[in-house]
């Protein structure tokens, strides 16, 4: 009986599905993102060294993007389904591409960042942290959950805070995190981990503007009550 190679043969944290869960999707290679697209290998490799054949066998992701479905299936492994994926994705790839350029949502006010947040946080049962990467022009670049913590607690790693800043070359962040109990005051844990951020951003040259606070239907800005 043939033996199947399937990618949970493979190491759990070399398996690209896994991968993406655990560092996030930039973190994977071009052949690992094609294998997730294409799902499955052959009974003799994975999804991860077909895809890698494929990308051999076109010269890279620019010849790729030229291939069409007839000449992907001439690939062994690659049949219509497999095919038709690969060149759905790469297509809507190709029409994102050609968009004409977004304008970013500008955040100038604590009434800004409760407008764009407080929608979900009001309701959530945990306190989550969560991280405005702004421009120069206070323009926003991307957010991100950094911690979730307990119902009253929450912990904080400015070291990831500011390499996911790094990481989308921001000039500026906003904090903001959400209290479950619905009241927004500011305790001396929330200033105590507002201070040790902003420092930590001073010496990367990283401006923390302000630290939000929401609760349900209400929110306090520490920069605001000059408590920052």
Do not use: W
Not at 3 to 26: F, S
Not at 95 to 121: G, Y
Not at 204 to 223: A, M, T
Request: charged share 25%; with cysteine; net charge neutral.
């Amino acid at each position: 009986m043939e033996y199947r190679l399937t990618i949970k043969d493979l190491p759990e944290d070399e398996r690209p599905r896994e991968k993406l869960r655990a560092h996030g999707v930039e973190q994977l290679s071009v052949g690992e993102l094609l294998a997730i697209v294409i799902g499955s290998g052959t009974p003799t490799e994975t999804a991860v060294g077909l895809a890698d054949r494929l990308l051999i066998s076109f010269g890279g992701l620019r010849g790729l993007l030229q291939a069409g479905a007839a000449e992907l299936m001439e690939i062994r492994g690659i049949g219509l389904a497999k095919a038709a994926q690969i060149c759905a994705a790469l297509e809507v790839g190709r029409r994102i591409a050609v968009l004409s350029p977004e304008v970013r949502q500008a955040v100038n006010t604590p009434a800004d960042v409760s407008k764009m947040l407080m929608p979900q946080m009001r309701y959530m049962d945990k306190e989550h942290f969560q991280v405005l990467f702004l421009n120069t022009k206070n323009q926003l670049l991307g957010k991100k959950v950094v911690s979730i913590g307990s119902l009253n607690a929450s912990i904080v790693h400015p070291r990831e805070l500011f390499r996911e800043s790094i990481r989308y070359g921001s000039a500026a962040v906003i904090l903001a995190h959400n209290h479950p109990s619905g009241d927004p005051t500011p305790s001396q844990e929330d200033l105590a981990m507002t201070r040790r951020v902003a420092e930590g951003g001073r010496l990367l040259g990283i401006e923390v503007l302000d630290h939000v606070i929401i609760g349900d239907n209400r929110f306090v800005s520490l920069k605001e009550r000059g408590l920052m």
